[in-house]
């Protein structure tokens, strides 16, 4: 496996859990809850504190990732260099200015140059970016960019649709409100026709992404 830059992409490879995790994010919610001038002590919210701190911790669990494990033996060498697309990778995501999550679905795609990786791993990586503190352009290039230091393949695409809670639920509520972002890589960016491909590719066997 090549070696990978862990600091670039913020992963921590093994879980910190500092004792003090649980309670200083029990005593955040506590006082959030005390803020709005509900009562922390009452039935229903007297663990709530408690249910966001483990909430949390999985929902932002990409920061803490084996990648060793994660790829995990599914690294090949093949002479092989068609296009590889997984499409419809489902994910959830928080958007890091307001804490809310973007769900959606990203399409990941590469012309391998002598290596591949198990079809199962792409959505795995998908998920490690997702549960973090993100924007959406920041999480498709970090996808595309770790594909392309684990496979130095030819190529690489990845795009993401997805909705936003904080859009949906603040403000002027719009209901339509959808976002695109895609990055290009190698064959991907130099050769339209490849790039047209995969884009064919993702428009035709997938509805808009619709929440
Ligand atoms: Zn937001």
């Known amino acids: ?9 913020q ?8 004792p003090e995790y649980y309670a200083k994010v029990e005593s955040a919610v506590e006082s959030i809850l005390e803020a709005f001038g509900d009562d922390p002590q009452r ?11 483990r909430m949390y911790e999985e929902l932002l669990g990409g920061y803490c990732t ?12 093949v002479e092989y260099d068609e296009m590889v697309v997984v499409r419809d990778v489902e994910f959830y995501s928080l958007c890091e ?7 959606g679905r990203a399409h990941v795609a590469y012309i391998p140059k002598g290596k591949v990786i198990g079809l199962s791993k792409i959505p795995r990586i998908v998920d490690m970016f997702a549960r973090r503190l993100q924007v959406q352009e920041r999480m498709t290039r970090q996808i595309a960019d770790f594909v392309g230091d684990l496979l130095e393949p030819q ?13 949906r639920m603040r403000g002027v509520k719009n209901h339509d409100v959808g976002m695109t972002t895609s990055t290009m890589e190698g064959s991907f960016r130099t050769n339209p026709a490849t790039r047209q491909e995969f884009l064919d590719n993702i428009s ?3 509805a808009p992404f619709r929440l």
């Open 1 to 9: 496996m090549p070696e990978i830059d862990l600091a670039k992409y």
């Open 11 to 18: 992963i921590i490879e093994k879980k910190p859990k500092p």
């Open 43 to 53: 039935e229903g919210l007297k663990n709530t504190p408690k249910r966001v701190a």
């Open 66 to 77: 084996d990648v060793d494990r994660l790829v995990n033996d599914a690294l090949f060498n």
């Open 97 to 103: 200015h307001h804490m809310l999550p973007f769900i």
């Open 155 to 167: 190529g690489v695409a990845v795009v993401i649709e997805a909705v936003h809670l904080c859009a």
């Open 204 to 206: 035709r066997t997938s």
